[in-house]
């Protein structure tokens, strides 16, 4: 396939008071925007687009399963250093993954040890371990799923009332 360039112009409407008595007209100011795929434009995101997004948070989502595989392997063989992530973990969020990491390399020594730890279990979980068709397929088959039952729903919602 080949990918060509085009140009499309986008109006630009904005609302003027003609008179005093606040009647409204166009204005319409072009804007020229090269577009270089036929992919949708995805507004709302400002400078981050919908996979940037997603990325970040299979990000934060990397960083809880990193934290989950270590505190079950300090479980069985070091329970001090497990007791005092858990401890940590109790004051700090998971939320933000790269904030908890950073948070928890400044706590102590031994807690970057753990930080450490945690950072490279997380790259070495994305980079070896995460099924990504897997999560592809998955997503697409629950997206399909969902809007299959929610039209079902619907129309057996609308046909009742007729």
């Known amino acids: 396939m080949e990918s060509s360039s085009s ?23 072009p804007r020229f925007h090269r577009l270089n795929c036929q992919k949708m434009f995805v507004p709302g995101f400002g400078e981050a687009s919908p996979e940037a997004k997603a990325a970040k948070n299979l990000n934060n989502f990397f960083t ?34 790269d904030k908890f990491c950073s948070t928890l390399m400044r706590e102590s020594s031994r807690h970057k040890t753990l930080a450490l730890r945690i950072l490279e279990v997380r790259s070495a979980y994305c980079k070896n371990d995460f099924e990504w068709d897997n999560l ?17 729903e619907y129309v057996s919602e609308t046909s009742r009332q007729t």
Do not use: W
């Open 64 to 97: 809880y399963v990193a934290v989950q595989i270590v505190t079950a392997q300090l479980e069985s063989y070091n329970f001090e250093a497990y007791e005092e992530l858990m401890e940590f973990l109790g004051r700090h969020s998971l939320n933000d993954g």
């Open 7 to 29: 140009l499309v112009l986008l109006s630009q409407i904005s609302f003027f008071p003609q008179n005093s008595k606040n009647h409204l007209v166009f204005k319409n100011k």
């Open 136 to 152: 592809e397929r998955l997503a697409k088959e629950m997206i399909e799923d969902s809007n299959t039952k929610l039209m079902r």
